[in-house]
């Protein structure tokens, strides 16, 4: 994570109460192995960590992916993610946000969404922080208020709940914690 980031991206991060993201090419690679009767992907063990550090931090967590799968609920219920959203083509990302957040009573510029292609583009230009994987296509990235240097499934999610948190006030307590 950069040492420095400027003071309107930390004012966004210190707001932040939701933290979202895409699944498939967030925090995965983007590479699904299909074979047999199974789907595989493979995940970061450090953006889990980040996830769990977020919602021991208050944050809530959630996944809002188009490509529903089991590997991605598995992954989500082991890791106790607040919020799991595989809509399919059923209702777009932005609609599907939206509903959470009336629900949550929860609002656009208290809302991080991560992602890294041009699905996520509505939720990007409504975030109150917008964040981008190194990878992201370019109309991704010029939409985001952050790009992070790692890129999916390799730590970009942690990357951002870092930012998020050290912005808040909040990664020194779990420094201090696990430095025992």
Known sequence: MPAKISAALRRRAARIQLFLCDVDGVLTDGSIFIGGAHEFKRFNIRDGLGLVL???AGLKVG???ARPSPATKM???ELKIDF???QGDNLGKTAAIERLLAREKVTWAETCFVGDDIIDLGPLTRAGLAVAVGDAVAETQAAAHWVTQAVGGRGA???AV??????QGKWNQFQE????
């Open 177 to 180: 914690k696990y430095a025992e």
């Open 75 to 77: 992954r989500a219920d």
């Open 63 to 65: 996944w809002v992916s």
């Open 84 to 86: 799991l959203v595989q």
């Open 157 to 159: 999610v942690r990357e």
């Open 162 to 167: 870092e930012m998020i948190l050290r912005a």
């Open 54 to 56: 977020a919602r021991r």
